[in-house]
C-alpha cells in the first residue's frame, strides 16, 4: 500500500469486501496539504459576486459562467481539503448515534434488495427520531404469492424499541461487522397488497409474516458530503441570486446533515404463513444519514437507485431545496471495476419530472461521472408503487416506485423511483397508535 497526499493508504478489497482504507497518521504530511492561498483568493472572488447584492445577480445576463467557474474552483479545493480531513476520521460506530439536541436531528438507516431473477424484492428503513420514536417503512414483494406492506403504512411513525440498535414496529436493523456486514429481521404482522395510497380504517388482510437477512457490501463507500462532484453544485448554486446569507444557508446545510451509501447483497429466507420459505438473494443499497434533517425544508426531490447486471450501480437526486437551490442535480456512479465517482452533470429536472403529482410509466435521464456518458431509462412497475405519510402531520408525501431499467438503451437494471412531494395543506395523520399492530405469532415453531 502506498500512502498519498490525502493522508490515507489505498483501499484494497480483501476477500471480496470492501474495508475502510487505513488512515495514515501522519500529522505533518496532512499539513503539507493545508489549503493554498488561491483557495482564499477565490473565496474572496464568491465574497465579492456576493456583495453584487440579489437583484443584479438574479437579473437578466448575470454573471452565471464567472459564478459557476469561480464556485467550481472553490468546492474543488474545500473538497480535495474535507477528503485529506476525512482519511483520519473514526470507522463507523456499531450503535445508533446520540440525536443532536434539535426536535429534527436523525439517524437512519435503509435498505433496498431486488432479486435479478423474478419481481421479489424489500425495502426497509427505520430512522431514530426524538422523544422515543422512529420513522419506518416496510415493503416486501415476494415472486409467485403477493406485496405486502407494514400495517401502520401509509403512517411512518412507530415507537423506538431499543438504544442499541434500530428497532421499532417488529423491524430490526444491527450491525454484525461495522461497515460490511448487517442483519435486517422482521417478525409480525404484514398486510397483504395491493399497496394503499391513502388511508383507510380496515385493517385488511394482515398475514403473519417473518424473514432474516444478512447483508454484505460489495463495493465501497460514498460519501455526499466529501465525495460528490463539486460542478454539480457549482451549476446548481449558479443560478441561484448570491447574497451573503445565501451562503451562510448553504454552509449550515452541508453541516447539519450527513449521508454516505454502499451497495451489497443480502441472503436470507421469508417465510409467510400457509407458504414454504422463500430463499433469497437481493441486490441493493445501504444509506445512512445522520444529523438534521427538517423535511419541511424540502419542496421536493425525486431519487433514482438502480443496479444493473453488468456491476454498475448508480443513484441519481434531483432536488429543490428553497434555501438553496431549485434543482440540484447529486449523485454516483459505481463502475463494474469497483471505481466510484460523483455524477458531474445530469440534464434531469424536476420541473419534467411528475411537478404535476402525475407519475408516468417511464422516465429517462442523461448524466456523467468519471468523464462518461450514461442514458438510464426507468419503466416503473405501477402496481408496486407504495406510499407513506411524512411525520405524524402529514406534511409530506413518499412514493417508493419499483422499476426496471436500461443502462445505454442496453444493460439491465432494477431499482426504485423515490418521489417526494411537500404537502402544505397538511392534517394531522389519522391512527396514531404507533406500532402496535405489528405484533404476530410466532412462526419459529
Request: aromatic share 12%.
Amino acid at each position: 500500500m502506498t500512502a498519498t497526499c490525502l493522508g490515507r493508504r489505498d483501499a484494497r478489497p480483501r476477500g471480496g469486501v470492501w474495508r475502510r482504507p487505513e488512515p495514515e497518521p501522519s500529522a505533518a504530511r496532512r499539513s503539507a496539504c493545508a489549503p493554498r492561498p488561491a483557495m482564499l483568493l477565490l473565496l474572496g472572488l464568491l465574497v465579492l459576486l456576493a456583495l453584487l447584492g440579489a437583484r443584479r445577480a438574479a437579473a437578466f445576463g448575470a454573471p452565471v459562467p464567472l459564478k459557476r467557474w469561480a464556485l467550481s474552483c472553490l468546492l474543488l479545493c474545500h473538497g480535495a481539503w474535507r477528503l485529506r480531513a476525512a482519511g483520519g476520521a473514526p470507522a463507523e460506530p456499531r450503535r445508533p448515534r446520540p440525536l443532536r439536541p434539535d426536535p429534527h436531528a436523525i439517524d437512519s438507516v435503509y435498505f433496498t434488495g431486488f432479486a435479478e431473477t423474478n419481481k421479489t424484492f424489500v425495502i426497509a428503513r427505520l430512522a431514530k427520531r426524538p422523544d422515543g420514536v422512529c420513522e419506518m417503512w416496510l415493503f416486501l414483494r415476494v415472486d409467485g404469492i403477493g406485496e405486502f406492506e407494514h400495517p401502520q403504512h401509509p403512517n411512518m411513525m412507530v415507537n423506538d424499541e431499543s438504544e442499541e440498535i434500530w428497532s421499532g414496529g417488529g423491524l430490526t436493523i444491527e450491525y454484525l461487522e461495522p461497515q460490511t456486514t448487517w442483519k435486517i429481521s422482521f417478525d409480525g404482522l404484514l398486510r397483504k397488497g395491493p399497496y394503499r395510497q391513502q388511508w383507510r380504517e380496515e385493517d385488511g388482510e394482515l398475514v403473519p409474516v417473518k424473514f432474516s437477512f444478512h447483508w454484505e457490501n460489495f463495493t465501497e463507500v460514498f460519501n455526499f458530503n466529501v465525495d460528490s462532484h463539486p460542478g454539480t453544485f457549482a451549476r446548481a448554486f449558479a443560478q441561484e441570486p448570491w447574497t451573503i446569507e445565501f451562503f451562510h444557508r448553504v454552509k449550515k446545510q452541508r453541516e447539519q446533515h450527513f449521508r454516505h451509501e454502499e451497495w451489497g447483497q443480502s441472503v436470507g429466507e421469508i417465510e409467510i404463513e400457509n407458504h414454504e420459505k422463500t430463499k433469497v438473494l437481493l441486490k441493493g443499497v445501504r444509506s445512512h444519514s445522520y444529523g438534521i434533517r427538517n423535511w419541511s425544508e424540502i419542496y421536493r426531490y425525486v431519487m433514482i437507485l438502480a443496479h444493473f447486471e453488468d456491476g454498475t450501480a448508480a443513484h441519481l437526486t434531483v432536488i429543490n431545496l428553497p434555501a438553496t437551490t431549485t434543482n440540484l442535480a447529486v449523485g454516483y456512479v459505481f463502475f463494474p471495476d469497483g471505481k466510484k465517482a460523483g455524477i458531474e452533470w445530469s440534464n434531469a429536472s424536476l420541473a419534467e419530472m411528475a411537478d404535476d403529482g402525475v407519475i408516468k410509466d417511464e422516465y429517462v435521464v442523461s448524466l456523467m461521472a468519471g468523464g462518461k456518458y450514461f442514458d438510464v431509462s426507468a419503466t416503473l412497475d405501477k402496481q408496486a408503487c407504495p406510499m407513506v405519510y411524512n411525520g405524524l402531520t402529514g406534511s409530506g408525501i413518499f412514493h417508493e416506485c419499483i422499476a426496471d431499467f436500461q443502462l445505454n438503451g442496453i444493460t439491465q437494471g432494477w431499482g426504485l423511483v423515490e418521489f417526494y412531494y411537500r404537502d402544505e395543506a397538511a392534517q394531522p395523520v389519522p391512527n396514531l397508535q404507533l406500532g402496535l399492530k405489528a405484533k404476530g405469532p410466532d412462526l419459529s415453531s
